[in-house]
């Protein structure tokens, strides 16, 4: 999806209807600032008020993902045009997760194996020792949870079993056994619990 294109089209189809963005975003119960964005081709409107603005532009979803009027005879054509895109638009999303997620935690055991040896070698033995070492580790497991939340919600866990696709709840994926991104799972299909490879959608 282009949103430079569906910006400018947001605009011309506010300008035809005579409203202003203040006016337009008055309707919608949301900042003249939002409108602004979604013109400038910075922001998506939100999914939760795309209706009611396609209602309030007369234009349909379709027309407004698109960007563009569509006339009946081009329509089924943008429509499968419009469905790879986004198709290829949340594959996009999901891989930057997906490598936000590594990042996160090589960062994290680099500095906790950095912050283990600085507190092992160069602080005295004692209090502040332990201290340091109990901060350190602290310190890792925050992004590790941040981590493990970004990959529940990418993608899924395939059971190894029967093949079902299983996309635990945060707290599932915590409790599970794991081994890199392949958890110990129950699969709610076949009722058995097998170790469950994480699969992107």
């Not at 949301?30 to 939100?46: F, V």
């Amino acid at each position: 999806m282009n949103q430079i294109k569906i910006g400018r089209f947001i605009a011309e189809c506010r300008k035809k209807s005579g409203l202003t963005q203040r006016q337009l975003a008055e309707k919608l119960n949301i900042t003249d600032k939002a409108i602004s964005k979604w013109e400038r081709g910075i922001a998506l409107p939100d999914t939760s008020i795309m209706l009611e603005l396609c209602d309030i532009l007369f234009i349909s979803v379709n027309e407004l993902l698109s960007g563009e009027k569509i006339d009946m005879e081009n329509s089924k054509q943008k429509n499968k045009q419009l469905l790879l895109d986004m198709a290829k638009e949340l594959e996009r999303k999901n891989k930057t997760i997906w490598s936000s997620m590594w990042a996160i935690m090589i960062v994290s055991m680099t500095a906790l194996i950095a912050g283990i040896f600085i507190a092992a070698f160069l602080i005295p033995e004692g209090v502040w020792q332990l201290v340091t070492i109990l901060g350190v580790c602290v310190i890792f497991l925050i992004p590790c949870f941040y981590a493990l939340k970004l990959e529940v919600s990418v993608g899924a866990y395939k059971c190894k079993n029967c093949g079902h696709e299983i996309v635990p709840t945060y707290s599932e994926a915590l409790r599970a056994m794991h081994r890199g991104t392949t958890r110990h799972l129950k699969c709610p299909k076949c009722n058995k619990r097998t170790w469950c490879k994480k699969v992107l959608k």
